[in-house]
């Protein structure tokens, strides 16, 4: 039975699992989520795939190997029914859409809206990526996002796919992660292509902003003239909590509100100048780090390690919904949160972990409207690849944190027979 309001023991246990059950809103949004070039596989024409060619991909496998979402996301989206799943994350492969500049492949497009009436048919509300970090070579050749040609390219591509789709699509995400994607590919070289200067990062992040403030509106006014309902738009944005490394050093104190500022906070301030430009605020929250003058990052050595080596940090989640709850009274969506874990080990924990650090937020009176676990099946993880696994599902086969993960979803809550059958041991930190 569904409850209606959200519970939480508040931050620490009391004895004889009086915390439970943790129950979550009515209505509640339990999802999961992906990117288009990181599940659908057999796509030659992005940046990435180009990448693994260069060798750049740590395990040597190319994402025109991932797991086949495009061919198999019927059976995949059946998965996700079984997960009890009420929403899905999904991307749209811009690449795929536009695979030469100016021309636009409509089969593709039909395998889209055949893939969100598919999730609608089985009730799982779609929201939707336009930009997950893979790019058309086309524009690459053109320079990329540092050239501001890409705001009217990235502008065009809307114009396409969002009245082709719009009716089926529940909340759009124009970019996701801007930070990390201007710092990975053009500052720390790690994501095509490959640049490392300052300059490039900046002129990245505000050509991203851009481009979204101009999608922002192009989408809403789409919905408006084709009669779709009003549209919701957003961003998923990467936030980290930083603290300084030493609390009693000033410039520690300094450096890691200059981290909050840039990382957290840069590209936020250029989309919301001119007014708040989303609808809706998404998290993808994976971690916190402990900074040093001058801007050095550390992890806590106290914490459990995923196998990238990613301090696990839940307390940071309420953390952040909180902070930006505050600042934007906007519903919350946390758009990505999960960990990298091959053998399923660390996973169910660290996702009850991390459900009661949103239920906490919740209870101290955020509005969070949704959780997508990133991610749906095992993927192609960007630079680590193929053997790198964040899954809910390995294949075609449901793991057991995807069982604990839907016997949430189908209580609306942590109760004790799910914690006495997963994770016995299991208290909220
Ligand atoms: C990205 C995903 C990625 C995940 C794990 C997020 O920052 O949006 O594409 O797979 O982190 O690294």
Known sequence: MKKTTAVSSGSRVKKNEAFLPIIFPEGFLWGSASSAFQVEGECLTHDFYDWALKGRIKDGTNPKDAVFFWKNYKSDIS??????????????????????????????????????????????????????????????????????DVIDSFARFVEKIVPALGDLVDIW??????????????????????????FSMLKVQKNMALAHVKAYHLIHSIHTSKGFDRAKV????????????????????FSAF??????????????????????????????????????????????RKNKLGWDIYPEG?????????????????????GTCDDNDELRPEYILDHLYQVNRAIAQGADVAGFYHWSTIDNFELVDGLMSRFGLIQVDKI???????????????????????????WKPL
């Not at 055949?114 to 086309?138: E, Q, Y």
Request: proline share 6%; with cysteine.
């Open 173 to 198: 995400i124009t970019i996701n992660e801007p930070n990390i994607y201007a710092s990975h590919a053009y500052f720390m070289g790690s994501f095509p292509p490959g640049e490392k200067n300052l």
């Open 317 to 337: 989640l309420c953390r952040v919904i909180m902070e930006y709850w505050k600042r934007y009274k906007l519903p919350v969506y946390i758009t990505e949160n």
């Open 258 to 303: 200059l981290c909050r500022k840039i990382f957290n906070d840069g590209f936020l301030s250029i989309i919301n100048r001119d007014g708040i430009t989303f609808d809706i605020f998404g998290i993808n929250y994976y971690s916190g780090d402990l900074v040093s003058f001058p801007l050095m990052m550390k992890g806590r050595s106290e914490l």
């Open 79 to 148: 998965l996700m029914k079984k997960m009890n799943h009420s929403a899905v994350r999904i991307g749209i492969e811009w690449a795929r859409i536009e695979p030469e500049e100016g021309h636009f492949d409509e089969k593709a497009i039909a395998v889209y809206r055949d893939m969100l009436k598919t999730m609608r048919k089985a009730n799982i509300a779609p929201m939707v990526t336009l930009h997950h970090f893979s790019n058309p070579m086309w524009l690459v050749r053109k320079g990329g996002w540092k050239n501001r």
């Open 234 to 253: 957003g961003v998923a944005h990467h936030l980290r909590t930083f603290d300084p490394a030493r609390p009693s050093s000033p410039l520690d104190r």
């Open 399 to 425: 793991k057991k944190s995807g069982e604990l993960y839907a016997a949430v979803s189908k209580e609306n809550a942590i109760t004790s027979e799910i914690t006495k059958k997963f994770v016995p041991h």
